[in-house]
């Protein structure tokens, strides 16, 4: 009941198209969703992040939907970039001071 | 205003050393959780730990692994008696009383010869 499943393993994208990435979680009490992207060697960044009383939150090119009905939540990025290619990972808590429980990422690679 | 810092970045051992990772910490921040990378796989939480209190361990395994987060200095990950499986990237993250975002370092890549 604490998995958080990601999908897809990898994705390929053309510079200036739209990459999906989406979660899905079983545990009803999480209620903080954050999205998190990795270059190689480097610790997890912080992208962009949702609470479940929002369907969607958008940062720049970045956008959350959130569907708490079906327990999913996906990641879209608009206008790819190479800059962009990286691992993402979702993400679930059940808020302030409590653990992380990681989907099993996304590896994006955005062709120029 | 510095991020989370640990050390050593890399770091080798051989079979039945011991290892410790170390980490700083964001200013102001009292909650630390430590999780473990093992390649091309996603992040396992490990322990949860707040100033010399250990809130959660249930990642953590039984035997080898220690934690401790000290009133003064950085929190310790200590892993005794190291086998090739302990090789993975083991990051550190910290977060305020306030705020559930937990800020990431840069990692201890560790290498069990």
């Known amino acids: 009941q604490q998995q958080v499943k990601q999908s897809p393993q990898s994705l390929i994208v053309q510079k200036g198209g739209i990459s999906i990435i989406n979660c899905a979680y079983e545990?009803?009490?999480?209620?903080?969703f954050p999205w998190y992207q990795q270059f190689p060697g480097k610790g997890p960044a912080l992208l962009i992040a949702i609470r479940p009383d929002v369907s969607e939150k958008k940062e720049g090119r970045f956008t959350i939907s959130f569907n708490k009905s079906a327990k999913q939540f996906s990641l879209h990025i608009m206008d790819s970039q190479p800059g962009d290619s990286a691992t993402y990972f979702c993400?679930?808590?059940?808020?302030?001071?409590?653990?992380?429980?990681f989907g099993e990422g996304t590896q994006l690679t955005v062709n120029p | 205003n510095a991020g989370v810092m640990q050390n050593p970045r890399h770091l080798v051992r051989r079979r039945g050393q011991e290892a410790r990772l170390r980490c700083s910490p964001v200013?102001?921040?009292?909650?630390v959780y430590w999780y473990r990378q093992l390649p091309e796989e996603g992040l396992k939480f490990m322990v949860y730990?707040?100033?010399?209190?250990?809130?959660?361990e249930s990642g953590m395994p039984k035997e080898r692994f220690s934690a401790e987060f000290p009133k003064e200095g950085p929190s310790i990950l200590r892993i005794q008696q190291v086998v090739r499986g302990d090789s993975a990237a083991y990051f550190c993250a910290s977060s305020s009383d306030l705020q559930e975002t937990q800020y990431f370092g840069p990692g201890t890549r560790l290498l069990v010869l």
């Open positions: 993400a679930a808590s059940k808020g302030s001071g409590s653990r992380l429980t």
């Open positions: 730990l707040q100033k010399e209190n250990i809130i959660d």
């Open positions: 200013k102001g921040h009292s909650h």
């Open positions: 545990n009803t009490a999480f209620d903080y």
